[in-house]
Structure formats: structure tokens, C-alpha cells
């Protein structure tokens, strides 16, 4: 069990288009997931705070108006990159939170996002 | 906030033989969780082991054991009888126990990762 998928795994825009990417767990409920950011050979970072029924939480440095989430059903979230730029292009994950005695997080595979 | 910080960007170990891959955070809380993620080149992230910080014991699971010091706000992670498959990115990752919002948890904040080569 614990099974996050994300839709699509890698997408090639150009720039100035919007791309949307989507994150489904696909055997239990979560109130709530986060989207992360990796650069190559880097580290993930959080970038906001996915609440089902509810605004996201952004985290500092993050634009809102860029990164677009919605969270519009118990197991499905949606990050959409509006207007991308090459400098967008990157590996987006998003984690779905289960609840239980450790609010354990379980990882989608990743969408790779590239921006001509 | 919080910052975690991974000082090896890369290890190399023989394989049968032991690795430990350092962990070094900063907190003002005291109730939180340390994780061990493994990375391989698929990108999937996988959970290799989970400390909760109110508790002295040491976590250890199967092969990975980790030395949780909770003064010295330090978390490193042993992998013994290293094998071909142990080979990947390995971050280390905290979390607060309480949501800063009051939900059901805060996202998690990743150290720079270290790369953990085998030889065979």
C-alpha cells in the first residue's frame, strides 16, 4: 500500500506555455501533499504545502502566482507552472502525507520538466 | 528554521564492508523526526530509516542502523555488509513532530545528499 503516482513523468514545453502535473495516491486518502523541487544533482526542496479544501502554503522564495496548486480531491493534487522559462526546467516531486502515528510521506516518482 | 547539513558529497565503500554517511542538523524544537531517504538514478525516493527524537534507542533496520545524538545534533547512518544495490544518493531529512500551521505535519527539509559508490 502507500502508492503515489504523478502524471506526467516528463514533459517538454516551450517557453511561455503553462504545464500542469499532477500527483494521485492511489490507495489512500491525503489531506495534505508537498511539492519539491531538485536541480540536477541537488537536493529536494520544499516548495509548498498542498491542503485538500484549502489555499496551499508557500514556501519563502516561492511564487505563488507562478506555481500554481490545487488540491481538489482527497487523493489528487496539481502543480501548474504558469508561464514557464528554461530557468523552470527542473524534477518535481510531490509526497502525499498518510495519516497515522508517524504522518508518514510517501514519494511520487518525479516529473522531469523541460523548457525550450 | 531548520537547516540539515551533510558534509560527505560523496563515499566510496567496498562492498561487504561498512559505510557511515554523517548527518548534522539545527533545531530550536525538541520534539521532531530525522529520516534516511535513498535516492537511486530512478529519482524514486525510498525511506531507509526513521528516528524519533524522544527516543534514546538508536533505529535500526535490518542492515541500516543509525547514532542519534540528540545533544550534539547528530543523526549518522551505518550500512553494513554494503551491497551493489546500496548504491544511490542518500539524504538526510528532518521534520517537526507538530505542524507549524497545526495541520498534520510540515514538509520535510533535505541535506545536500551524499553519493554512496560500491566497489566491487
Known amino acids: 500500500g502507500a502508492v503515489v503516482s504523478q502524471h506526467p513523468s516528463w514533459v517538454i514545453c516551450k517557453s511561455g506555455t503553462s504545464v500542469k502535473i499532477e500527483c494521485r495516491s492511489l490507495?489512500?486518502?491525503?489531506?495534505?501533499m508537498f511539492w519539491y523541487r531538485q536541480f540536477p544533482k541537488q537536493s529536494l526542496m520544499l516548495m509548498a504545502t498542498?491542503?485538500?479544501?484549502?489555499?496551499?502554503?508557500?514556501e519563502q522564495g516561492v511564487e505563488k502566482d507562478k506555481f500554481l496548486i490545487n488540491h481538489a480531491s482527497l487523493t489528487l493534487s496539481t502543480l501548474t507552472v504558469t508561464s514557464a522559462h528554461p530557468e523552470d526546467s527542473s524534477f518535481y516531486i510531490c509526497?502525499?502525507?498518510?495519516?497515522?502515528?508517524?504522518?508518514?510521506?510517501?514519494f511520487g516518482p518525479g516529473t522531469r520538466l523541460t523548457v525550450l | 528554521a531548520q537547516t540539515v547539513t551533510q558534509s560527505q558529497p560523496e563515499m566510496s565503500v567496498q562492498e561487504a564492508e561498512t559505510v557511515t554517511l554523517s548527518c548534522t542538523y539545527d533545531?530550536?524544537?525538541?520534539?521532531?523526526?530525522l529520516f534516511w531517504y535513498k535516492q537511486p538514478p530512478s529519482r524514486q525516493m525510498i525511506l531507509v530509516i526513521r528516528?524519533?527524537?524522544?527516543?534514546?534507542q538508536n533505529a535500526t533496520e535490518n542492515r541500516f542502523s543509525v547514532n542519534f545524538q540528540k545533544a550534539a545534533k547528530s543523526f549518522s547512518l551505518k550500512i553494513s555488509d554494503s551491497q551493489l544495490g546500496d548504491a544511490a544518493m542518500y539524504f538526510c531529512?528532518?521534520?517537526?513532530?507538530?505542524?507549524?500551521?497545526?495541520?498534520?505535519?510540515?514538509?520535510?527539509?533535505f541535506g545536500k545528499g551524499t553519493h554512496l559508490i560500491i566497489q566491487p
Open positions: 531529512a528532518y521534520r517537526n513532530l507538530h505542524s507549524r500551521s497545526g495541520g498534520g505535519a510540515d514538509g520535510l527539509t
Open positions: 509526497s502525499a502525507r498518510r495519516t497515522g502515528v508517524y504522518n508518514e510521506q510517501f
Open positions: 528516528q524519533e527524537a524522544y527516543k534514546q
Open positions: 490507495d489512500f486518502q491525503a489531506t495534505t
Open positions: 498542498s491542503n485538500e479544501g484549502s489555499k496551499a502554503t508557500y
Open positions: 533545531t530550536s524544537e525538541s520534539d521532531y523526526y
